[in-house]
């Protein structure tokens, strides 16, 4: 097996604790990446964990080695990267992540373009509406709605995103036509909400006469998906509250009712995020550089 590849895996198991995590990362089985540090192991003649049946925990030696690991991939992917800028054919994998919404609508439609335009960069998109970890999960860009926690990532604007409250028509029938944040606050209506692992109460922001204002909102209904939530709202369950790209065609055909008009929310950003060393690599820079003029046009129409 490649030395590179045994630094990779072992790199990946010290991130994220586990070897079959760092196995599924890698795309391997549990016992190849076993076999992989086994021999890193024995090359280096030392012990880089502590196995028992239940842990795995970095020695002394395992966290000493990481720092110098990280070291050397970095400068491998440096050097591989600026050969690919030379020849103006990058090559390589890339590991992006997107919110549901964003990734289906507006950066998977682009995928292929940008596969035929770079045919020796493969893409993994990861789909998901929590929150990631760039550096844990091993992503080279990470797009998001709103604003970033984690302040040492670079960041990198793309729109200002409309946003809405809707309903069906059915549910404004059974159950009234809010207007204003007031009205949701009191409880009178079901707002169907966003939900992860993390996440705090629930508080949407809007405009109000006197300025932005965050109101609590309830509801019966909770998922971390946001394609969910739009799918209850169709169905009559309750208020969504949807960036505008999201539900557009439901809005033109009427399926979706805007709301509480009189205090509207406020809109999202679109960013995406990366660290300094992600940013020199061709292969992102290019693909960024690729769909965010795309994603910025979408969101605009």
């Known amino acids: 097996m490649s030395y590179f590849e045994n630094l990779r895996t072992f790199v990946r198991i010290y991130e994220l604790g586990t070897m079959s995590a760092a196995a599924r990362d890698q795309r391997i089985s549990p016992a190849v990446a076993s076999a992989r540090m086994s021999q890193l192991e024995a090359h280096l003649g030392v012990r880089l964990f502590q196995r028992t049946t239940r842990s795995l925990t970095p020695t002394e030696q395992g966290r000493i080695f990481y720092e110098g690991a990280c070291s050397v991939l970095a400068a491998v992917e440096e050097a591989e990267a600026g050969v690919g800028d030379v020849t103006e054919n990058p090559r390589g994998t890339l590991h992006i992540a997107a919110p549901l919404g964003v990734g289906r609508r507006l950066i998977a439609p682009h995928l292929p373009e940008f596969a035929a335009h770079y045919p020796l960069v493969n893409v993994r998109l990861r ?14 860009v990470a797009f998001f709605l709103g604003r970033p926690e984690d302040s040492s990532l670079r960041i990198r604007k793309i729109a200002e995103c409309s946003r809405v409250l809707c309903a069906s028509p059915d549910y404004i029938a059974a159950h009234g036509h809010p207007t204003t944040g007031a009205e949701i606050e009191r409880g009178q209506h079901n707002c169907l909400n966003l939900r992860f692992p993390g996440a705090r109460e629930f508080q949407w922001e809007l405009q109000t006469p006197d300025g932005a204002r965050k109101f609590d909102v309830r509801g019966r209904f909770e998922s971390d998906d ?10 009559g369950a309750g208020i969504a509250l949807k960036p505008v790209f999201e539900v557009a065609d439901h809005l033109k055909s009427g399926a979706l009712v805007p709301v509480v008009k009189a205090t509207p929310p406020l809109p999202v950003q679109m960013a995406c ?18 769909v965010i003029d795309r994603m910025a046009a ?3 129409e």
């Open 273 to 290: 995020l990366y660290t300094h060393r992600r940013h020199q690599d061709p292969k992102a820079r290019l693909f960024m550089e690729f």
């Open 298 to 300: 979408a969101v605009a």
């Open 127 to 140: 789909l998901s509406d929590r929150k990631l970890d760039l550096t844990a999960e091993g992503l080279d």
């Open 226 to 235: 946001g394609d969910v939530l739009t799918d209850w709202a169709l169905a």
